[in-house]
């Protein structure tokens, strides 16, 4: 039994006079047909009329007491509509991800920051809610398909994983969709970048160099990804290529798609290379890639080899090794593929790489801004720092972004940017 009811109902009889309301409510809700996504206001007024007659019918004696109607009325929306006793978290705008381990270890991150609460749900609980989230994405979770990712109505992005790839329980991972920063100004108005730092991705994004976007889990990339996307000019076509859909580009001209999984025949799975492939017969002016994990980073790299501009993100602890990552993941594609094609390749084909960092405090910060000139030595991609993490600080280094013609044509003086120092 969930105890989270109880901050509104109270413990005990409270709780069990809420459970005999919701049968009540689910039951008429099945009478009348009414679809509470679409008839809200009218499946309210139900939820309100079922409160006060089982109110009126339980001071006659013999029925569990509500405490509140108000407080039960929420929490009753909650159970019905909404995701029960999860629900209060998805309304906190402080909390960024929600994951179960098991149904009496229900965890969140609070401005990013970890803590247990103190939510407890039973299996069947666990199972219905999971059920009740993947109900509207079309996708499922058996012991077929053991894992499932898939996107809430609200732009939350649910990842499910059940026995007997988990030892015991389900395990189930929430990372909510809030949207902290739409631009670079909102970036450094948070204190992620530097003004001057911002200034300078602004401008590369404006010139057409390919970015890489690199960090660990819950490190800002996609953040950061949407907000260097906002500085594309509004005229491009963008095609973006995603897992499932988290990136929110405000451009007029914006085509995305995301990948499908395999049907219960095994037929029908959409990967993310195929996407890259189909998205160059698009018109692309640029793409994006929400995430290179696997071979379609070869796709990707001769996409962006060929003259297309592009971004993306990658998983990886540092600028440097972003780009070695990017050397290795390539030959996943195949035998035929090897590192004296790949290497460079990767330095040709990416220019920028912006490395960002979950802080201790629960901020994101930008720690390492790095250039690709475009040159090897050995099977090694050079790199040129332009801005580094010092004292606490993103500052200024001594390298120079490659393509400083393309800068040229859009007015932009290099030099003078990354000299001059802005607060």
Same mark, same amino acid.
């Given at each position: 039994?969930?105890?989270?009811?109880?901050?509104?109902?109270?413990?005990?009889?409270?709780?069990?006079? %809420?459970?005999?309301?919701?049968?009540?409510?689910?039951?008429?809700?099945?009478?009348?047909?009414?679809?509470?996504?679409?008839?809200?206001?009218?499946?309210?007024? %139900?939820?309100?009329?079922?409160?006060?007659?089982?109110?009126?019918?339980?001071?006659?004696?013999?029925?569990?007491?509500?405490?509140?109607?108000?407080?039960?009325?929420?929490?009753?929306?909650?159970?019905?509509?909404? &995701?029960?006793?999860?629900?209060?978290?998805?309304?906190?705008?402080?909390?960024?991800?929600?994951?179960?381990?098991?149904?009496?270890?229900?965890?969140?991150?609070?401005?990013?920051?970890?803590? &247990?609460?103190?939510? &407890?749900?039973?299996?069947?609980?666990?199972?219905?809610?999971?059920?009740?989230? %993947?109900?509207?994405?079309?996708?499922?979770?058996?012991?077929?398909?053991?894992?499932?990712?898939?996107?809430?109505?609200?732009?939350?992005?649910?990842?499910?994983?059940?026995?007997?790839?988990?030892?015991?329980?389900?395990?189930?991972?929430?990372?909510?969709?809030?949207?902290?920063?739409?631009?670079?100004?909102?970036?450094?108005?948070?204190?992620?970048?530097?003004?001057?730092?911002?200034?300078?991705?602004?401008?590369?994004?404006?010139?057409?160099?390919?970015?890489?976007?690199?960090?660990?889990?819950?490190?800002?990339?996609?953040?950061?990804?949407?907000?260097?996307?906002?500085?594309?000019?509004?005229?491009?076509?963008?095609?973006?290529?995603?897992?499932?859909?988290?990136?929110?580009?405000?451009?007029?001209?914006?085509?995305?798609?995301?990948?499908?999984?395999?049907?219960?025949?095994?037929?029908?799975?959409?990967?993310?290379?195929?996407?890259?492939?189909?998205? %160059?017969?698009?018109?692309?002016?640029?793409?994006?890639?929400?995430?290179?994990?696997?071979?379609?980073?070869?796709?990707?790299?001769?996409?962006?080899?060929?003259?297309?501009?592009?971004?993306?993100?990658?998983?990886?602890?540092?600028?440097?090794?972003?780009?070695?990552?990017?050397?290795?993941?390539?030959?996943?594609?195949?035998?035929?593929?090897?590192?004296?094609?790949?290497?460079?390749?990767?330095?040709?084909?990416?220019d920028i790489v912006v490395h960002a960092a979950l802080e201790r405090d629960g901020s994101r910060r930008v720690r390492e801004i790095a250039a690709v000139p475009g040159r090897i030595e050995g099977d090694v991609v050079e790199m040129a720092e332009l801005f580094v993490h010092r004292g606490g600080h993103l500052v200024r280094a001594d390298g120079f972004p490659p393509h400083l013609d393309r800068f040229e044509r859009i007015g932009?003086?290099?030099?003078?940017?990354?000299?001059?120092?802005?607060?």
């Amino acid at each position: 039994m969930c105890c989270d009811v109880s901050q509104c109902t109270g413990k005990g009889r409270g709780v069990e006079a %809420l459970r005999t309301v919701e049968t009540e409510v689910r039951e008429l809700l099945r009478q009348s047909g009414l679809d509470p996504a679409r008839e809200p206001a009218a499946v309210r007024s %139900l939820v309100r009329a079922a409160l006060t007659d089982y109110d009126e019918r339980s001071l006659h004696g013999g029925m569990p007491l509500l405490d509140d109607l108000d407080s039960s009325a929420k929490a009753l929306w909650d159970r019905v509509v909404g &995701l029960g006793p999860l629900q209060r978290y998805l309304d906190d705008p402080r909390v960024e991800e929600i994951w179960i381990n098991e149904p009496n270890k229900v965890f969140i991150a609070r401005d990013g920051v970890a803590e &247990l609460t103190t939510t &407890l749900l039973t299996e069947d609980e666990v199972r219905d809610l999971v059920e009740r989230m %993947l109900k509207t994405s079309g996708r499922r979770v058996d012991l077929s398909s053991p894992f499932v990712d898939a996107v809430l109505a609200d732009g939350s992005r649910l990842h499910v994983v059940i026995p007997d790839i988990t030892r015991e329980h389900w395990c189930i991972n929430i990372r909510k969709f809030i949207v902290k920063a739409d631009s670079l100004d909102d970036l450094v108005a948070l204190g992620t970048l530097t003004a001057q730092a911002a200034a300078f991705l602004d401008a590369a994004v404006h010139a057409g160099l390919n970015i890489l976007v690199a960090g660990g889990t819950q490190a800002g990339k996609t953040t950061l990804l949407n907000c260097l996307s906002a500085a594309i000019p509004p005229r491009e076509r963008i095609v973006t290529c995603e897992e499932v859909f988290e990136l929110r580009i405000p451009h007029r001209d914006v085509a995305s798609m995301q990948c499908r999984q395999p049907s219960l025949e095994g037929t029908g799975e959409v990967p993310l290379r195929r996407l890259v492939k189909e998205a %160059l017969r698009m018109r692309p002016s640029r793409i994006i890639v929400g995430e290179v994990r696997q071979a379609e980073a070869l796709d990707l790299l001769i996409a962006l080899n060929s003259g297309l501009p592009g971004m993306c993100t990658i998983h990886a602890n540092s600028a440097r090794e972003a780009v070695t990552k990017m050397c290795t993941l390539p030959l996943l594609a195949g035998a035929n593929v090897g590192a004296r094609f790949v290497v460079p390749t990767v330095a040709t084909s990416i220019d920028i790489v912006v490395h960002a960092a979950l802080e201790r405090d629960g901020s994101r910060r930008v720690r390492e801004i790095a250039a690709v000139p475009g040159r090897i030595e050995g099977d090694v991609v050079e790199m040129a720092e332009l801005f580094v993490h010092r004292g606490g600080h993103l500052v200024r280094a001594d390298g120079f972004p490659p393509h400083l013609d393309r800068f040229e044509r859009i007015g932009v003086d290099v030099t003078s940017l990354l000299a001059q120092e802005r607060s």
